[in-house]
């Protein structure tokens, strides 16, 4: 399965703008970012990896990674980091997608950091995450 998701990390680099918000039901997507969310913060790696794709795709400022071996590697640094994780400030969800806002210094960056999620048949295809410097425009 190929996955064209250029338009979506072109969303995540280069714009801040919200996506139209999701029914107020909570969605499949959105019951699955929750749970990451969850794991992440409580640096659970095995429950985090469990949430992506076999194949899924995970961009960050430092590089992709591709599977849930090169993944898995990334959230054990993250893990293993005396990093603060903080719940995201702002959460939107429309359909397979989930778009997440960190507060500024989440992460001790001192960036606001900004997360694209797909998600199909109930786990992680893609992930996209960028830092931005003096936070998103509201």
Same mark, same amino acid.
């Given at each position: 399965?190929?996955?064209?998701?250029?338009? &979506?990390? *072109?969303?995540?680099? *280069? !714009?801040?703008?919200?996506? &139209?918000?999701?029914?107020?039901?909570?969605?499949?997507?959105?019951?699955?970012?929750?749970?990451?969310?969850?794991?992440?913060?409580?640096?659970?790696?095995?429950?985090?990896?469990?949430? /992506?794709?076999?194949?899924? &795709?995970?961009?960050?400022?430092? +590089?992709? /990674?591709?599977?849930?071996?090169?993944?898995?590697?990334?959230?054990?640094?993250?893990?293993? !980091?005396?990093?603060?994780?903080?719940?995201?400030?702002?959460?939107? /969800?429309? +359909?397979?997608?989930? /778009?997440?806002?960190?507060?500024?210094? !989440?992460?001790?960056?001192?960036?606001?950091?900004?997360?694209?999620?797909?998600?199909?048949?109930?786990?992680?295809?893609?992930?996209? &995450?960028?830092?931005?410097?003096?936070?998103?425009?509201?």
């Amino acid at each position: 399965m190929r996955l064209n998701i250029g338009p &979506v990390l *072109l969303f995540s680099l *280069l !714009s801040c703008t919200a996506l &139209v918000a999701g029914p107020a039901a909570q969605t499949a997507t959105q019951r699955i970012v929750t749970r990451h969310v969850a794991a992440m913060t409580a640096r659970e790696i095995d429950t985090v990896v469990s949430e /992506y794709a076999p194949g899924a &795709v995970l961009i960050n400022p430092v +590089g992709t /990674y591709v599977g849930r071996t090169a993944i898995r590697a990334v959230i054990r640094d993250i893990a293993a !980091s005396p990093l603060h994780l903080d719940a995201p400030a702002k959460q939107i /969800y429309e +359909g397979d997608f989930g /778009y997440l806002e960190w507060p500024s210094g !989440s992460g001790g960056t001192g960036a606001e950091r900004v997360e694209t999620l797909i998600v199909r048949d109930g786990k992680i295809v893609a992930q996209t &995450v960028a830092e931005v410097a003096g936070g998103c425009p509201h």
